[in-house]
């Protein structure tokens, strides 16, 4: 099956510097790549995602990079903010049937006012 | 509006006992998951229920079982708790083939 693994597993930056969580997964029929942020409490919520007919994907502060040669994919945050604060994970997906999702082990995120 | 609801939302029980987790999705999606988190925050994808068919994650123990009654719901039943069935479990569906998953707020399990 599909191994997801992430780092790093702590991440702590200051307000305005960017930050950087990288993932690498073991299944080449894999396609499909989502980020999740998961606040205290809460269920995670998609971010960000990206399929691996496409090599970058941008949206406002957060960007994503695929490396399907090296099976590794990257998530990017801009000019960090305090909200930026949760826990962070990669998921990697084959995009067909039931799509289940294999997620690597978290970053927790600290953003430093 | 709430898209995908859990109920309850803390669950305190001993070991031994029979308990039961509701998700219900107002998003008329197709598909929908059950998901462990562990006390490390590691997120395990435990069964995927799709056009009435059961995917079950062959590592998942047999005293947990999904049931469907229609389309919005998926519930989780579990049986003769154990102390490490003690994790916050996630409810998400999805709509499109390969789209977006939508996650519950989580049930946290606590067996005593």
């Known amino acids: 099956g599909e191994n997801v693994e992430q780092h790093p597993s702590t991440l702590s930056v200051q307000e305005g510097d960017s930050a950087v969580i990288k993932c690498t997964y073991s299944d080449s029929a894999s396609n499909y790549f989502p980020w999740y942020k998961q606040e205290l409490g809460k269920g995670p919520q998609l971010i960000i995602d990206i399929r691996s007919n496409v090599g970058e994907k941008k949206d406002q502060r957060i960007a994503v990079t695929l490396n399907k040669t090296a099976k590794h994919f990257s998530l990017h945050i801009t000019e960090t903010q305090p909200e930026d604060s949760a826990v962070y994970f990669c998921?990697?997906?084959?995009?067909?049937?039931?799509?289940?999702?294999?997620f690597g082990t978290g970053t927790r995120l600290t953003v430093i006012p | 509006d709430t898209a995908v609801s859990q109920t309850p939302k803390y669950l305190v029980t001993q070991m031994g006992n029979d308990k039961s987790i509701k998700c219900e999705q107002n998003l008329g999606h197709d598909t929908m998951y059950w998901y462990k988190q562990d006390s490390k925050k590691f997120l395990k994808i435990m069964f995927s229920?799709?056009?009435?068919?059961?995917?079950i994650n062959e590592t998942v123990p047999n005293r947990f079982s999904p049931k469907s009654p229609d389309k919005a719901h998926l519930n989780l039943h579990i049986n003769s708790l154990e102390l490490g069935d003690s994790a916050v479990y996630f409810c998400a569906s999805r709509g499109t083939p390969g789209g977006e998953q939508y996650f519950g707020p989580g049930t946290r399990l606590t067996v005593t």
């Open positions: 229920y799709n056009n009435k068919e059961l995917i």
């Open positions: 998921a990697a997906g084959k995009g067909t049937g039931a799509n289940n999702l294999f």
